[in-house]
């Protein structure tokens, strides 16, 4: 799968993978959600690859769910659980069980479900606009 939506540059030893819908704010919709896991994927199946860089384009790292992407229909209550169970989980799940380290260079704001990428990620800015999460294990400001 071939998509502008993650960036991926290949380096020396490890990927930089961005999310790349600035004028959303690079908010996840089903098709970013597709293209960050082919691109996680194909990092993993690189024998040369040993880390991974996540970051995004823009002024944001990620506002979360895009809600005009069809998951919540207006005037109905939303399944809050179907976006969840469909691509955050899974996300979750490869995040947590690829071997290497994700590090998350975050920019700007991480709003949101930034609950679901958040304990998988093992490094973060405490500049960053958004919490640390509980399941983060350490938090080095960049230099």
């Given at each position: 799968?071939v998509?502008?939506?993650?960036?991926?540059?290949?380096?020396?030893?490890?990927?930089?993978?961005?999310?790349?819908?600035?004028?959303?704010?690079?908010?996840f919709?089903?098709?970013?959600?597709?293209?960050?896991?082919?691109?996680?994927?194909?990092?993993?199946?690189?024998?040369?690859?040993?880390?991974?860089?996540?970051?995004?384009?823009?002024?944001?790292?990620?506002?979360?769910q895009?809600?005009?992407?069809?998951?919540?229909?207006?005037?109905?209550?939303?399944?809050?659980?179907?976006?969840?169970?469909?691509?955050?989980?899974?996300?979750?799940?490869?995040?947590?069980?690829?071997?290497?380290?994700?590090?998350?260079?975050?920019?700007g704001?991480?709003?949101g479900?930034?609950?679901?990428?958040?304990?998988?990620?093992?490094?973060?800015?405490?500049?960053?606009?958004?919490?640390?999460h509980?399941?983060?294990?350490?938090?080095?400001?960049?230099?």
């Amino acid at each position: 799968m071939v998509s502008d939506l993650v960036l991926t540059d290949i380096r020396a030893g490890y990927r930089v993978l961005t999310l790349n819908r600035p004028d959303r704010l690079n908010s996840f919709s089903a098709d970013l959600h597709a293209a960050l896991m082919a691109a996680l994927i194909a990092a993993e199946q690189d024998k040369s690859c040993r880390a991974l860089i996540l970051t995004g384009t823009g002024r944001g790292f990620c506002a979360g769910q895009d809600l005009s992407d069809g998951v919540f229909t207006p005037g109905e209550t939303p399944d809050l659980s179907a976006p969840i169970e469909k691509f955050y989980n899974p996300l979750v799940r490869k995040l947590r069980g690829i071997p290497m380290p994700v590090v998350c260079a975050v920019n700007g704001v991480a709003a949101g479900c930034r609950r679901e990428p958040g304990p998988c990620l093992r490094y973060r800015d405490r500049r960053a606009v958004g919490q640390v999460h509980p399941g983060l294990r350490q938090a080095w400001p960049r230099p």
